[in-house]
């Protein structure tokens, strides 16, 4: 017989154990289920009925879970659940840097909890900096970081307007792979601006190789979208040759034909990308559902040779007595491609700011100029952003109803006060639903939302995301389709989308019966495997 000692302290071994099974026992087994829901699972299949269960994040049960507990239930009878929504054309990167907007709201508001940022070759060459700032202030949603071309040219280059030499790119492509090896998801960009467009294809592609080494991707405001210079069908058979010459899987993005002169060229543009997708090459696109485009009024305007060096050697240009004519003169040309002074808004403009959310004619004629002498005044006080009415509705809708065409904002994040931005920051996505899924019936729901969800989480190699399926983080979205809409207009942007009753980001409740809970789980995401890249 054991001693009483050891027989006492044996019984209260025993009795706690015991009292831990009872207790662990009674525990919940999830921390959330979403019951009763229409679930879009994100492939593009019909909506099915069942529960989510979601437990330390992720999402670890797809099913019916009656008689399952949990900490905290969502009730989604008469609702669609979803995954979180990927944008994969955003702005919003120096903003979410900033406490009082990295709660990233109007985002959420329209069900992103994915972004995508350094978009048309933009954003630093340094990503290791960038994730320190995005990191600050805790985030509302994810970010995905891309390394952008013109901010590698930039570092490497300046702003010059010539070839680089062999040992030039060769720092260009070690920018690139440190750029990777920081968790770089893909590479952007933007042959259209300055001073992307003065590089070659060449450079584009010796560029996109270590990217599709990597199994990475290639997303790019392609070299012309109406009718500026090589064209938009060229351009676009441009991107597909980066792709046949790096391997690497290539993203039009935000696809459109700018430009009465261009209207009607979605169609042979399908037929390109249909051909290269016939070849083998992964060739994809991303898209706003809006007429309206956006950019800087010296980007929309000025010729990229007249840019060369920046802005102290344009206003050079500009007061030349030679020069100066033929900037002006293609001004104006460039002016017309883009439907005119009576379809360009301006959006910010520091100088003046009573010009904001006004259009260009009107603005000149108040001022008693010509639009081409008010763009000029412009761009000498610091440039202004701008609104472009350009796009035909039948390209919007060929283009939307490609299934190889994702949903994609191209917004911001602007406080109220500063500026007049563009609606597609408060809207895209639930505008899609409402106008061209609900009122039009151009694409299904199920084809609407695999573009926000599975589509760009398979373009962009979000492995662990953008699907309802056990092993996923669990970013969700619960929407009343009835009441989806977005608010925001050209006039008064600054207004939130409705009808996303709950949006979960990592599996923390960020908008809850429509309000939103202050709480930022969001983080700065890295791509799979980037750790084990060598220099």
Known sequence: MLPPPLRATLFALAAAFASHVQATSNDPEFDIIIRHGRVLDGSGAPWFRADIGIRDGRIVAVEPLAGRTAREEIDAVG???????????????????????????????????????????????DLVAQREQLSRHGLGINVAQMIG??????????????????????????????????????????????????????????????????????????????????????????????????????????IKALGPDSWGLSVPVIQRIEQARAEGLEIYADQYPYEAGSTSITAALVPPPAQAGGQRALLKRLDDPSEGPQIRAAMAVNLARR??????????????????????????????????????????????????????????????????????????????????PHPRSFGTFPRKLRRYVVERGVVSLEQAIHSMTTLPANVFRLRDRGRLLPGQWADVVVFDLARVRDLSTYEKPHQLSEGMVHVLVNGQIAVRDGAFTDVRAGRVLRRHGSESITP
């Open 149 to 254: 071309h013109n901010a590698v040219r930039q570092a490497v280059l300046g702003m010059e307007n010539r070839a680089p030499t062999e040992e030039e790119l060769a720092r260009m492509v070690d920018l690139v792979r440190a750029a990777l090896r920081a968790g770089a998801y893909g590479f952007s960009s933007g042959p259209y601006y300055t001073p992307g467009s003065y590089a070659t294809t060449d450079e584009l592609v010796a560029l996109a190789k270590p990217v599709a080494e990597v199994d990475g991707f290639h997303t790019s405001h392609i070299r012309d979208e109406g009718n500026f210079g090589i064209g938009l069908v060229a351009a676009v058979e441009e991107l597909i040759e980066i792709s046949r010459r790096s391997g690497v899987t290539g993203v039009v993005t935000h």
């Open 79 to 125: 609702l669609y659940v979803a995954p979180g929504f990927i944008d994969g054309h955003s702005h919003t990167a120096p903003a979410l840097a900033q406490e009082k907007l990295a709660g990233a709201q109007p985002q959420l508001a329209q069900g992103i909890t994915t972004v995508l940022v350094n978009p048309d070759g933009g954003g630093p060459a």
């Open 339 to 420: 439907n005119g002074a009576e379809n360009m808004q301006i959006r910010r403009y520091a100088p003046e700011p009573r010009y904001e959310g006004r259009r260009l004619a009107e603005i000149a004629a108040s001022e008693g100029v010509t639009p081409i002498e008010m763009a000029e005044r412009m761009i000498r006080g610091g440039g202004a952003a701008v609104v472009m009415f350009m796009m035909h509705e039948d390209d919007i809708v060929r283009f939307m109803q490609q299934r190889w065409t994702m949903t994609a904002s191209d917004g911001s994040l602007v406080a109220p006060g500063e500026g007049v």
